[in-house]
């Protein structure tokens, strides 16, 4: 068995052109953009990237944490892949809160109008909402919030590695469940304190700080949940068609599948809800943030979002033999992931620079965080043995079947 991966160079080679091309419409975007909309502009395609592959790739940690608290069986077999992608965390957390910080203490208005101190002085609403939309607490909360991830992330993946070097014993076993529970469960507190709550109302839907939804966060995580999903998809394919991973199987695939499905829908009942909600009462205050996005420039945005998000997903993945081909589920996943990725851009640029224009300089950016994280999760995955050999559970995970 082929249980220790080799980064192939063309892979290598791959995310290093990719993060080329993100590097390069970084320099272009630094120089091209002038004035007040460019420089907007540039910090808008910057917040959206970092913060959407951020929870992406955290999203792994969750799943790891989800299934092992449920003491689910059949994924461990591939565990180590959701493992190496959360390992991108760090490095994006460090990334993003560069970003955000830079956003907020040089002065980027057009993205939080909340740091002009003068305007929310004479702004009732901001006002209202200063004691939480200020630089001392976005800066105290990005900090702790992206150091808990890391921590946790680092403990999960240093956890299960030690593992590996451990005596196979009922005690070793008992010990390995316990452990594992204690830790997954501190970390879906955080989970659900930040994704589940906080962190989207402090980094993106402060952008527009007159509005608020109590649904927004749970939309945002389910979008980067979903889209998790999709990545741990692609590499898990990946793995499978160089030969690696052969205990993992096409019922494996499936249950991905399912969740995809599942939680494809799950997206479409919020987005339905929150916007059916807010279009019923039609409140002034409320229906601001869907104006640009309905009525203005940004509509054709707004529904592709969810052709290719829910109708894209519900008919493709709703036939049982698509989630058990490997192709179907790399198409499906890829779709996913850019759907998503739009999704995080309509939620960014109609509050920042307004008007609806090619993304170019966001798609560039994209290129350059999905060969970071490609850089980052091969290494990852060459440095440990695909497959933890002495969690108890692994009989159940080779022998699944739906």
Known sequence: MKDKFVVPARL??????????????????????????GSTRFWAGLLQNSSFFLLVTLASAFFIGATTLAHGGWQIAFRRVPEAISMAVPALGVILLAIVLLIVFTGQEHIYHWVNAEHVEHDHILSWKSAFLNKGMFTAFTVITIGA????????????????????????????????????????????????????????????????????????????????????????????????L?????????????????????????????????????IPEEI?????????????????NLLINFIAPLLYLMKRDTKRNYSSMVFISVVILVGHWIDFWQMVGPGTYKHLVFPWFEAGLGAGFVGLIIFIVSGQLSKAALVPKNHPYLKESIIHHT
């Open 149 to 244: 991830w890391i921590f946790f992330v680092m403990k999960l993946r240093n956890m299960s590695i030690e593992e590996d070097g451990w005596d196979l014993t009922a005690a070793t076993g008992r010990r390995i469940i316990w452990r594992n529970t204690v830790w997954c469960g501190g970390f879906i507190v955080v989970y659900a304190l930040t994704v589940g709550s906080t962190t989207p109302w402090i980094w993106l839907m402060s952008i527009d700080a007159h509005w608020y939804s109590t649904m927004y966060s749970w939309y945002t995580f389910v979008s980067s949940w979903v889209s998790g999903i999709a990545l741990i998809i692609l590499f898990l394919v990946y793995l499978k068609r160089n030969g690696y």
């Open 12 to 37: 290598k080679t791959t995310s290093f052109v990719l993060m080329g091309i993100g590097v390069l419409t970084l320099l272009i975007g630094f120089f091209a953009f002038h004035g007040e909309h």
């Open 246 to 282: 052969p205990m993992v199987n096409e019922e494996h695939l499936h249950d991905l599948g399912k969740f995809a499905f599942g939680f494809s829908i799950f997206w479409t009942y919020l987005w339905f809800s929150q916007y059916m909600l807010i279009w019923y009462a039609n």
């Open 288 to 304: 601001v943030y869907f104006k640009p996005r309905v009525w203005g420039e940004w509509r054709p945005i707004f529904f592709l």
